[in-house]
């Protein structure tokens, strides 16, 4: 005799079908997780790796987006995420800025503009090697066709535009980075001298102090011993 379909069993079912699929995805999930992270890391790495100078370690600053590249003690630079809205959806670029403010090389990490044309921006050689050493305080970071000193993809002068745009945005942060360091440096000159002030001011009254009062400081303390 068949089963009686009714709610109950649909549901019963309906239940079970979805606490397996739940099991398989958590399985699925789980196994690839490690080998996705993984792959992610080594294509981050291999971005900061084309955009600065060699570096020994690369902290990431996740409020700021950026990598902070050192070797030793020796500050290589900066390698900056920096993202903008090109002709067909975001693009994203890893933009390496040396401590004196040059861009030492960028790399686009991922874009969604359109094969043939602006999707050239990540395999167009003219246009990418323009970037490798390029200095805002020579060049103009804008395209010829507004006046600047970037030469545009042929055809694609929106996804040209987003690109620079990307590149000052991560200048910007650069600035900002640059500021904070500044501040945080004159700090610790100003507590420095402070120091050294107070006790210069210690030595001073040590000095000038007559012979008379400090051979009474002196009794009065052998006094308490």
Not at 71 to 83: K, P
Not at 114 to 143: R, Y
Not at 184 to 204: K, Y
Request: proline share 3%; charged share 20%.
């Amino acid at each position: 005799m068949a089963a009686k379909s009714n709610l109950t069993n649909m549901v019963l079912v309906l239940g079970v079908t979805c606490l397996v699929c739940s099991a398989v995805l958590a399985g699925a999930y789980a196994i690839t997780k490690d080998p996705i992270d993984a792959a992610a890391a080594q294509k981050t790495n291999r971005a900061i790796a084309q955009v600065l100078p060699h570096f020994a370690d690369a902290e990431y600053n996740e409020e700021g987006h950026y990598y902070t590249a050192t070797d030793g003690d020796a500050l290589v630079g900066y390698a900056i995420e920096s993202t903008v809205v090109g002709f067909g959806g975001n693009l994203s670029l890893m933009v390496g800025i040396t401590p004196d403010r040059v861009v030492y090389n960028t790399s686009v990490l991922s874009h969604s503009e359109t094969p043939g044309l602006g999707a050239k921006c990540s395999t167009d050689a003219k246009f990418m090697d323009q970037w490798k050493g390029f200095n805002p305080a020579v060049k103009k970071l804008s395209v010829k066709k507004d006046g600047g000193d970037v030469d545009a993809i042929t055809a694609s002068t929106i996804t040209s535009r987003a690109y620079a745009q990307a590149v000052a945005n991560a200048l910007a942060v650069f600035d900002k980075i640059a500021g904070q360091a500044k501040i945080a440096g004159q700090a610790g000159n100003d507590a420095v001298a402070g120091n050294e002030e107070i006790a210069g001011q210690a030595g001073n009254d040590e000095a000038v102090m007559p012979d008379s009062d400090r051979a009474s400081s002196e009794k009065e303390e052998h006094s308490n011993e």
